[in-house]
C-alpha cells in the first residue's frame, strides 16, 4: 500500500474543526470549499442526509482536483428525526438548544473518499445527552461562544461541553469528523485504488 504522505490529499471543507482534525490523520492537507447543491431530494430519510451531503461535496472537489485524494464530510444534529443544522441567528440557536436541554440526540456525520475513480462513502453516529440547560445559560453561551457556525449550535471543543452529561459513540465525530474511522477507511480505499 502506499505511504499517505506521499499522496496528496485534500479536505472539501469550510470548517476550521475539520481542517485541525485532519491533522490527526496527515500533516500536509490541502483545504478546498467545495461548491455543490446542498437541496436535499423530497422524503430522503434524516440518517442519509449527512452521507449524501458529504458526496456531494467531495464530487464536487474531485472535478478540481482529480488525482488527489479527495475527503468530504458532513455533520448534521438530529433529534426527534429532525435535522439541526447551523442556526444562522441567535434566535434559532436559542430554540435549537433548548429543544436538546434535557435530552438524548444524534450527531450523524456522513463522509465520503475519492481516489484514483474508486469512491467509498459511510456514516457514523454518537449519541449525546444533555443536562437540562437553562435559559440564562443558553443566552449566555450563545453570546460568548458563536455558535451559529456549528450544527445544534453548540461546540462539544468548548463550553458547550458543559451541556453534555454522556456521549455514546466518538468524541471527535462530534466535533466535526470520525477520525478515526476516516483513518480506517482511507487504508481500505487506498488499497482499492491501487489494485
Not at 470548517?15 to 436535499?40: M, N, V
Not at 448534521?76 to 433548548?98: S, W
Not at 449566555?140 to 461541553?161: E, F, V
Amino acid at each position: 500500500m502506499k505511504d499517505i504522505s506521499k499522496i496528496h490529499i485534500v479536505l472539501a471543507s469550510k470548517s476550521p474543526r475539520r481542517a485541525e482534525l485532519i491533522k490527526y490523520i496527515t500533516d500536509s492537507c490541502e483545504i478546498l470549499p467545495p461548491s455543490c447543491d446542498e437541496t436535499l431530494p423530497e422524503g430522503i430519510p434524516t440518517a442519509e442526509v449527512p452521507e449524501l451531503l458529504a458526496v456531494r461535496k467531495a464530487l464536487s472537489v474531485v472535478k478540481e482536483r482529480p488525482e488527489s485524494l479527495v475527503i468530504g464530510c458532513d455533520t448534521v444534529v438530529v433529534l426527534d428525526d429532525v435535522i439541526f443544522g447551523k442556526p444562522h441567528t441567535k434566535e434559532n440557536a436559542e430554540r435549537m438548544l433548548l429543544a436538546l436541554s434535557g435530552r438524548t440526540h444524534l450527531v450523524i456525520s456522513g463522509v465520503c473518499l475519492c481516489y484514483k475513480g474508486k469512491t467509498l462513502s459511510f456514516s457514523q453516529e454518537t449519541s449525546v445527552y444533555f443536562y437540562p440547560i437553562s435559559r440564562e445559560d443558553i443566552l449566555r453561551y450563545i453570546d460568548d461562544c458563536s455558535p451559529l457556525d456549528k450544527a445544534g449550535s453548540y461546540g462539544i471543543q468548548d463550553r458547550g461541553a458543559l451541556f453534555v452529561r454522556e456521549i455514546h459513540g466518538d468524541y471527535l465525530n462530534v466535533v466535526g469528523m470520525p477520525v478515526s474511522r476516516i483513518s480506517r477507511e482511507l487504508s481500505r480505499l487506498i488499497k482499492l485504488a491501487e489494485g
